[in-house]
């Protein structure tokens, strides 16, 4: 399996779905990370030290990464520019899957941003006759995934959640998130995300659980290709 993971900042991948990437790692499938800011307008650290900890995140989950220019962390716009440079990266790596954030209003204005971003760039990466795309081939991806970076924005009454077992590589991704130094300074991210893991995971009867949520509904041949569902409390 090939993975796209695109984040609006440093550190949302790894935070939001970093348990998960490292669960597909294991499983053979090929990850790439596409950031689309250094974290310009962050409370803490450099832009130098944010990309650093990225690469370092990177190398640990042993993934591809690919920083894009959308104008700096607070000022990335919903343009149909941006939409066509992440369906000119889609294409590129041509990924059976897609994981970006949502677009939940409830969180930093970039997350949801990059989220809608990725929608339209799924689509204008199928698209034959793009004029700014035609040097590379058309990609119709599998499957287009989710995932919230913080509680606030997670799903909503009705939405359709795919928890991921992730206890396997949960010192995996512990290490992961720490990779991150300059953004633990003020705040307990880590200890956030394990909280929501932990919770996630005692509800589906298993140690630690992130969730992703479906764009689109699923097609299947039988009822028996459906996973249990979540229905222990």
């Excluded at 897609?98 to 970039?110: E, I, K, N, W, Y």
């Amino acid at each position: 399996m090939r993975i796209l993971a695109i984040g609006a900042h440093p550190d949302d991948v790894e935070f939001a779905c970093g348990g998960i990437l490292l669960n597909e790692v294991a499983r053979g499938a090929e990850v790439f990370l596409c950031v689309c800011s250094r974290g310009e307008s962050g409370t803490n650290g450099t832009p130098e030290e944010r990309e650093a900890e990225t690469r370092r995140a990177a190398q640990l989950l042993g993934a591809n990464l690919d920083f894009l220019d959308f104008g700096g962390d607070a000022h990335i716009e919903a343009s149909n520019r941006n939409a066509l440079e992440l369906a000119r990266k889609i294409r590129s790596v041509q990924p059976d899957v897609l994981l970006s954030s949502v677009t939940s209003p409830d969180q930093h204005p970039d997350h949801a941003i990059v989220g809608g971003l990725c929608r339209d760039a799924a689509r204008l990466a199928r698209y034959r006759n793009v004029a700014e795309l035609r040097q590379l081939s058309p990609h119709t991806l599998a499957q287009h995934l989710k995932y919230a970076v913080t509680p606030g924005a997670e799903r909503r009454q009705g939405d359709c959640v795919i928890r991921v077992d992730i206890s396997a590589q949960y010192q995996a991704w512990i290490a992961l998130m720490e990779c991150h130094a300059t953004q633990l300074r003020t705040r307990s991210y880590v200890e956030l995300q394990i909280a929501r893991a932990r919770l996630l995971g005692e509800e589906a009867g298993v140690a630690h659980a992130q969730a992703l949520f479906l764009t689109d509904d699923l097609l299947v041949n039988s009822l028996g290709e459906i996973p249990r569902s979540v229905r222990l409390f």
